[in-house]
């Protein structure tokens, strides 16, 4: 059927829009505005879409925007920024389910298609499915409800197996289309068996790439099925979507210097006993911590996970202002794969009015830790962990890190003695210029900044 022209052009209204969004949401500046407009773009492909001549389930289709925009609505209001990356898991989960669903009807239904749009709906369908339940899992992680990692015997077979079988599947259904109820059905139970298996193995160290690589099977998805429908809007935001995503994942996985295949198929331990640390951790307090910063030249601060978690930022900014008022230069550094998600420290620091050109990336900063007084960790482990550079049993190692032990006196902010994600000991703790300060993030600043008061 052909579509009204006014339809299509809305459509196409709609895939410009996200582009432009996709845009402005490169930095940080313009990210609201980018998230708006995008917005409207949605707003106008799903009004365009009401108006096709002929479409039916109009009453359904309201309802289900209804319930799932208000749900959203709700939860997007009530969710904490350290949930955050749990709830883009979850939502992009829902994209490519939605798209593995559209499939799965095109295929119900028997209608004849060509051969390359048949193709492209198996392709969609499977990594629909797949980013469905490898999302779902990934959200489970890391909302604590799994709270390890699950690996089974001769497990990189499994996975191979059950993706041969699914592409098996899916070559049946293409030459055997219209397919059987039966061989769809297997089909999708299979690729989303697939989605469980693969991510189920993966610990929290990889689970922000992870969750990059399924928005990307997601975007791709979409745009597969919006071919298969004749959607302009799909085909632009979802191959938009996939492209970003894949980017976003290279870019992520160069720097934990870990190629994706490794995040996927091989667990991050250790592969021998690793390098000997010698040392010990050294205690501070609140007061000498407060005198170490008070009085020094240049302070970098290093916010990781244990930041979020306490609710920190806002504690942590006014300890900077204050500083800075004493005359003290500090700067942010932020390592690409700090917190559970690309830009959680930004946002964070965002939301405490952290000024934009006071927050620098590891590029950016890492030169300059030589010339700091003190590097202040707060709440992160493997981004500063030296052993990345010298370790060659350690599974971080040659992954790029923030060069804190550089600096000529670093002050850890730390819950406890426990590891990072990767579960490996951090060498920079044991350092001599090193001394720890215990305690969640939000009181300890908040003691700093009772001892930075009295000194004036």
């Not at 009453?59 to 883009?88: E, H, R």
């Not at 098996?168 to 298996?197: D, T």
Request: glycine share 12%; hydrophobic share 55%; charged share 10%.
């Amino acid at each position: 059927m052909t579509l009204p022209i006014y339809v299509q052009g809305a459509w196409f209204l709609g895939a410009a829009l996200f582009i432009v969004g996709l845009k402005g949401m490169s930095s940080p500046a313009s990210a609201r505005k980018g998230i708006v407009i995008a917005g409207y773009g949605m707003l106008v492909a799903i009004a365009a879409t009401f108006l096709i001549p002929g479409l039916q389930n109009i009453a359904l289709m309201a309802l289900a925007l209804a319930l799932g925009g208000s749900a959203a609505w709700i939860s997007g209001q009530k969710v904490k920024m350290t949930d955050m990356p749990q709830m883009v898991a979850i939502y992009n989960g829902m994209g490519g389910g939605a798209a593995a669903a559209i499939a799965a009807i095109e295929f119900a239904k028997g209608d004849a298609h060509s051969l390359a749009t048949t193709v492209l709906a198996v392709i969609g369908a499977l990594i629909g499915a797949v980013s469905f339940t490898g999302s779902c899992v990934a959200w489970a992680k890391l909302q604590g409800v799994l709270k390890k990692a699950y690996r089974l015997p001769a497990q990189n077979a499994v996975n191979i197996v059950l993706a041969l079988i699914a592409i098996a599947l899916g070559g049946a259904m293409v030459a055997m289309a219209p397919a059987q109820p039966a061989l769809i059905f297997g089909f999708f139970a299979v690729a989303l068996l697939l989605g469980l298996i693969v991510t189920l193995p993966i610990g929290g160290a990889d689970m922000p790439v992870v969750i990059s690589l399924f928005n990307a099977f997601t975007g791709l998805a979409v745009g597969f099925e919006g071919y298969v429908l004749g959607n302009p809007a799909l085909i632009i935001a979802g191959i938009v979507v996939g492209a970003a995503g894949t980017l976003l994942t290279q870019l992520m996985a160069k720097a934990m210097n870990r190629p994706i295949s490794n995040i996927l198929f091989t667990p991050m331990v250790a592969s021998g006993p690793g390098e000997a640390i010698s040392g010990s951790m050294k205690e501070l307090s609140a007061l000498d911590a407060a005198a170490m910063m008070r009085y020094a030249s240049k302070v970098i601060i290093v916010p990781g996970y244990g930041m979020a978690v306490a609710h920190a930022q806002h504690k942590v900014w006014e300890m900077t202002s204050m500083l800075e008022e004493a005359g003290v230069e500090v700067k942010f550094a932020i390592h690409p794969v700090a917190g559970r998600m690309p830009g959680h420290m930004n946002v964070l620091l965002a939301e405490a009015g952290v000024p934009y050109d006071k927050i620098f990336d590891l590029e950016e900063i890492n030169g300059e830790f030589g010339q700091a007084d003190v590097a202040l960790v707060i709440g992160a482990n493997d981004v500063v962990n030296p052993t990345a550079r010298t370790d060659k049993a350690s599974p971080i190692y040659g992954m790029p890190i923030l060069d804190a032990d550089k600096a000529q006196n670093v002050i850890v902010i730390k819950r406890g003695k426990g590891t990072g994600y990767s579960g490996v000991e951090n060498a920079l703790f044991y350092t001599d210029n090193c001394r720890m300060l215990y305690g969640d993030a939000q009181p300890m600043a908040g003691e700093i900044i009772q001892h930075l008061k009295a000194m004036g």
